[in-house]
């Protein structure tokens, strides 16, 4: 569970950091565009260091967690995102406080450009955290945000800047009924969006969880059917090795037949060659007992033919 919380949170590291590469790109021309503003009215230089936190404040606070995410929970991740993006809300509050006159001059109003801008960070913010805890803590304070706009226009707190100062009534504190109207529709458009946001969120981390909840289950079954797969095999190498040992002694006897069958064999052959030998010994003595005798027959002829010639 924590190392899906952990995975999660790093998920959303790499979206924040795809955000504001793209936020980086848009503040090259309205750096520009400020420029000219501040030498058109004087704006303190403050507002140049105020721009650098919310464009840049958050990429060493991603630098850190890639540096450490080996280290932290998902839950700190988020903490650090967290306080990031507060922090970037309160320079952006400033910023808006010393622009306030332009926008009330340009626009005719402060809460209109405000909310826009607010209720796109509240779109932006539920995707990275995706928690109705911290959705509801942004929601909170853009609602602060406004509320504090508010009792800045009522009170006449917002600076004022040449030439805009003498143009007639275009700033006038003190108008509670429009300052009330206008903060209701504010904080009235805050709640319907967040509503439908929080109604979308709450659809996709339901699916998200089912989504998770079968790929668990196909995983569970991924590994049962892995670890019937390996017992399988397993009984498998032992039969294949109890049958290979069968046939190795089966091979063993039949080679030990072998060498004592060839053993007998030579041994007969041993004894007909010497059979063989003993028989074609007699033979050649026969033979010379044959020659012999045909040798004294012979013999006993001459001497009896003899005899019989004398008589």
Do not use: H
């Amino acid at each position: 569970m924590k190392d899906t919380e952990k995975q999660k949170a790093l998920q959303s590291v790499e979206m924040v950091f795809r955000q504001r590469k793209f936020v980086l790109l848009v503040l090259i021309p309205a750096v520009f565009f400020f420029r000219k503003l501040v030498q058109l009215f004087n704006i303190p230089s403050l507002l140049w260091v105020l721009l650098l936190i919310p464009s840049i404040a958050i990429f060493p606070v991603i630098y850190f967690i890639k540096l450490k995410k080996e280290t932290i929970s998902g839950k700190t991740i988020y903490s650090f995102l967290a306080i990031t993006f507060i922090v970037e809300l309160f320079s952006l509050f400033i910023i808006y406080y010393l622009l306030a006159p332009l926008m009330s001059y340009y626009f005719g109003d402060l809460f209109f450009p405000a909310a826009l801008f607010l209720t796109l960070f509240i779109i932006v913010s539920n995707p990275i955290f995706n928690n109705r805890k911290y959705s509801y803590f942004f929601f909170g304070l853009c609602c602060l945000y406004l509320i504090a706009l508010a009792v800045f226009d009522y009170y006449g707190l917002f600076p004022s800047y040449y030439p805009l100062e003498t143009v007639k009534n275009f700033y006038q504190p003190g108008r509670l009924k429009n300052v009330s109207f206008s903060l209701f529709l504010g904080l009235a458009f805050f709640s319907v969006i967040q509503f439908y946001i929080d109604n979308f969120w709450n659809m996709f981390r339901k699916q998200t969880q089912e989504l998770e909840k079968l790929n668990d289950e196909l995983e569970k079954r991924v590994t049962e059917r892995t670890q019937e797969i390996e017992e399988a095999k397993t009984s498998l190498e032992i039969k294949i090795k109890a049958r290979t040992k069968e046939l190795e002694e089966i091979t063993q006897g039949l080679e030990d037949k072998v060498k004592q069958r060839t053993q007998e064999l030579q041994e007969k052959v041993n004894e007909l060659e010497r059979f063989q030998a003993l028989t074609v010994g007699r033979e050649l003595k026969m033979v010379e007992l044959k020659k012999k005798i045909k040798e004294l027959e012979e013999k006993l002829r001459e001497k009896i033919y003899q005899r019989s010639t004398k008589k």
